[in-house]
């Protein structure tokens, strides 16, 4: 199956570069239904006509954002080498009591 994300412009440089190869989403019902093997279709937030296609490779779930970040590559998931990887960044978009309610889910996956 193929599923539709939007980026904003910071994470969808990222992932075409290759070197964001992880998205942390949380673990809600439409979430549930991605499996290795299917695809995303990154579309850029601000730009409907610019899209990246990628294959999942593995899924990762976890309790909420502090322990994906204990257990995933800090670099995978788009922190360059200087930046400090602070799960409470993950808050912007996720409030704990969404993260407790659903859990999260850390997409690994390859351009296709």
């Keep these: 199956m193929t599923f539709n994300l939007h980026l904003n412009d910071e994470y969808f440089a990222l992932v075409k570069s290759g070197h964001k190869t992880i998205e942390m989403r949380l673990l809600d ?3 549930r239904a991605y499996k290795v093997g299917d695809y995303l ?3 850029h937030a601000e730009h ?3 899209k990246l296609k990628v294959k999942i490779k593995a899924i990762h779930k976890f309790k909420n954002f ?6 995933l ?3 995978k998931l788009g922190y ?5 990887a602070d799960p ?3 808050e912007n978009f996720y409030p704990l009591s969404e993260q407790n309610k659903f859990g999260v889910v850390g997409i690994e996956f390859e351009l296709v």
């Design 66 to 71: 502090s322990e994906l970040y204990k257990n």
């Design 80 to 84: 360059l080498p200087n930046q400090k």
């Design 41 to 43: 279709i990154f579309t």
């Design 88 to 90: 409470h960044d993950m």
């Design 29 to 31: 019902e439409k979430r």
């Design 73 to 75: 590559d800090n670099a």
């Design 48 to 50: 409907e006509n610019l």
